[in-house]
């Protein structure tokens, strides 16, 4: 990356009229929390479909539950970055031309104080019911195995949303709007392989949006992109601002 590149982000982050943020989970790999895909990924050890899926917590709901388990023990150790918290002060700055999707459910972006977020593929300390649907805010850790409803008594899932289960129709139509409305798009620590988030990019272009990649390497995206920023989210993110 270029010090011409880095002025040319900064300044269109200046003088963008709303912008939006798609981020992934290379934004907080920088808290020390695992990404999915690459050497170091969740997935090297795991397979999405023996644990990310509908089917797998139908088989066996005590595996998935153990899976989350370790993962809400591994998270709840992490605090918000320097990336997480320069989105956040982004937002404070512009808060009615601003929009940040997520598609980690580590519940970072929260804490780092972002509030105009959806968290589309759900979040990690909130639990559904599988009967009465009811979700609730939970920061157990470790939780019992098999956590149950409280008002129903049946078994709880996470409020996550896994292969093969659609998004949120309220989070898809806001998507879809932040996406069309914004005339500059960021996207930050995405491989952009999992769907429906890796079209986002194509939307905002098909409405002429510019569109920034912040990443670590280059992605399935970034011949798409008309910025693409080599680092660490943790150090270019902040630099934007
Ligand atoms: C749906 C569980 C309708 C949550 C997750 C074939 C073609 C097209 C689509 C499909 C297909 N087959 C199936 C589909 C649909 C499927 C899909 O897209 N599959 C892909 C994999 C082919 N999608 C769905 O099923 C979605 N639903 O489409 O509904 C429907 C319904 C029924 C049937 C069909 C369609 C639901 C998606 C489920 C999402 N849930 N997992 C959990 O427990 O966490 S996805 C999982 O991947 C995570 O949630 C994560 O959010 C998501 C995306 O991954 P990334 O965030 O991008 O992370 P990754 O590790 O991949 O990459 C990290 C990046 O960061 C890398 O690029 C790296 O270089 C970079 N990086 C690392 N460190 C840094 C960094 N960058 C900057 N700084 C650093 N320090
Ligand atoms: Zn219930």
């Not at 990310?52 to 998935?64: G, H, Q, S």
């Not at 599988?130 to 409280?150: F, G, K, Q, S, W």
């Not at 905002?204 to 798409?224: D, W």
């Amino acid at each position: 990356m270029s010090p011409e590149e880095l002025s040319e982000a900064r300044s269109r982050v200046a003088s963008a009229q709303a912008i939006t943020v798609l981020t992934g989970a290379g934004i907080s790999a920088d808290s020390g929390v695992p990404t999915f895909r690459g050497a170091e990924g969740l997935w090297r050890s795991y397979h999405a479909e023996d644990l990310a899926t509908p089917e797998a917590f139908e088989r066996d709901p005590r595996l998935v539950w153990e899976w989350y388990n370790w993962r809400r023990e591994l998270i709840a150790t992490k605090q918000p970055n320097p990336a997480h918290l320069a989105l956040a002060e982004l937002e404070r700055r512009r808060p009615d031309t601003f929009w940040l999707i997520t598609q980690n459910v580590d519940g970072l972006h929260r804490t780092a104080g972002s509030q105009r977020l959806s968290e589309i593929h759900g979040n990690i300390w909130k639990v559904r019911c599988t009967v009465c649907a009811v979700i609730t805010d939970n920061h157990e850790t470790p939780l019992p195995l098999l956590p149950m409803c409280r008002q129903c008594g049946n078994l709880l899932r996470p409020h996550i949303v896994w292969f093969g289960e659609s998004l949120w129709e309220e989070d898809l139509r806001r998507c879809d709007e932040v996406l069309r409305d914004c005339d500059l798009l960021l996207v930050i620590g995405t491989s952009g392989v999992v769907y429906p988030a890796a079209g986002f990019a194509s939307i905002a272009k098909e409405t002429g949006a510019m569109v920034i990649e912040i990443n670590l390497e280059t992605t399935p995206q970034s011949g798409l992109v008309d910025l693409s920023l080599q680092g660490r989210a943790k150090d270019l993110v902040p630099l934007l601002l």
